[in-house]
């Protein structure tokens, strides 16, 4: 989810901080010369009840703990929690499944993003509010246009139990499947003739954040599903698992001009 930077600004900074770690850059590729993207270059599934993979994978919100039957655990306990975890690495087309028990609690949202050195954006993210709609979302070029964002009814209560969150991407489709059912399919030609289809290497990241946190504009609080009651907690997202697969064998991505287009990133063998 990403929110319009006016907005942010207005926020209080703890919250302000969170949202842009999510939706912010150290060097946009489009506006400079960037150091390349460590690669992933492979596939294999990161089993959370064995423990963090500090390597691999960083703390970009302090507070996600581990646990041998549950997996990694996303609790927020306060107000301004939003522990969240990413993914080191990126992957240049590639496949993410992930196997994720939503947080309850109203206004709390459950997250998986992929995001970009550009700010291209892939969002599936699930609502304490509403436990049988999923979100998928998409943002190409960090540009804010929330013409992409699309709920989805599904028969299962996603808080109830763990569910497959599968997420496949190429130069030709982005699919979001739930428990093996194809949810939605985005074609570069929906986004702008592909402009603003994601196209660039990605990074993971994993979080639970409060969008009925008060403090956050209206706008937010509506779409997370009202006003979080922070004294009712903690409301927690667990993750048993998750596989990344980069489609891509190198060990870095160059970002060949300022393009952002994919044609334009380079694999490095
Ligand atoms: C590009 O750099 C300028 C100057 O530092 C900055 O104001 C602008 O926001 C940057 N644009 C992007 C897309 O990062
Ligand atoms: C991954 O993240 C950890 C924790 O922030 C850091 O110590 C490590 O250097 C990182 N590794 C790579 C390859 O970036
Ligand atoms: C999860 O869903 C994906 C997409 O349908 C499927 O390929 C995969 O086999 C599923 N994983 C499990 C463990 O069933």
């Not at 992933?40 to 959370?48: R, S, V």
């Not at 599936?124 to 929330?146: C, M, Q, R, V």
């Amino acid at each position: 989810m990403m929110l319009p930077k006016v907005q942010l600004a207005t926020t209080l900074g703890l919250l302000a901080s969170v949202a842009f770690a999510q939706t912010s850059t150290k060097c946009n590729p489009r506006n400079g010369t960037c150091p390349p993207d460590a690669a992933f270059g492979t596939d294999y599934t990161f089993d959370f009840s064995q423990g963090p993979s500090a390597r691999l994978w960083e703390e970009t919100v302090f507070g996600t703990t581990y646990d041998t039957q549950m997996g990694a655990v996303f609790a927020i306990k306060k107000q301004g929690d939003a522990p969240t975890i990413r993914t080191n690495f990126t992957f240049f087309f590639g496949r993410t499944e992930v196997h994720l028990k939503v947080a309850t609690g109203q206004g709390i949202i459950s997250s998986i993003m992929w995001l970009s050195d550009d700010l291209d954006e892939v969002d599936y993210e699930f609502f304490g509010s509403h436990p049988n709609i999923a979100s998928t979302n998409i943002f190409g070029k960090g540009i804010l246009d929330y013409t992409f964002g699309k709920q989805h009814t599904v028969s299962a209560n996603l808080q109830d139990d763990y569910h497959n969150y599968t997420t496949m991407w190429t130069a030709d489709a982005l699919q979001w499947y739930l428990d093996g059912v194809l949810l939605r399919t985005l074609l570069p030609g929906d986004a702008a003739n592909g402009f603003k289809y994601p196209q660039t290497p990605m990074r993971m990241s994993i979080g639970v954040w409060a969008g009925g946190d008060p403090r956050l504009p209206k706008g937010t609080v509506t779409w997370a599903g009202g006003v979080t009651d922070f004294s009712k907690g903690p409301y927690t997202m667990y993750v048993r698992s998750a596989q990344v697969t980069d489609f891509g064998s190198g060990k870095e991505y160059i970002w060949g001009d300022r393009s952002g287009s994919w044609q334009s990133i380079k694999s490095v063998p």
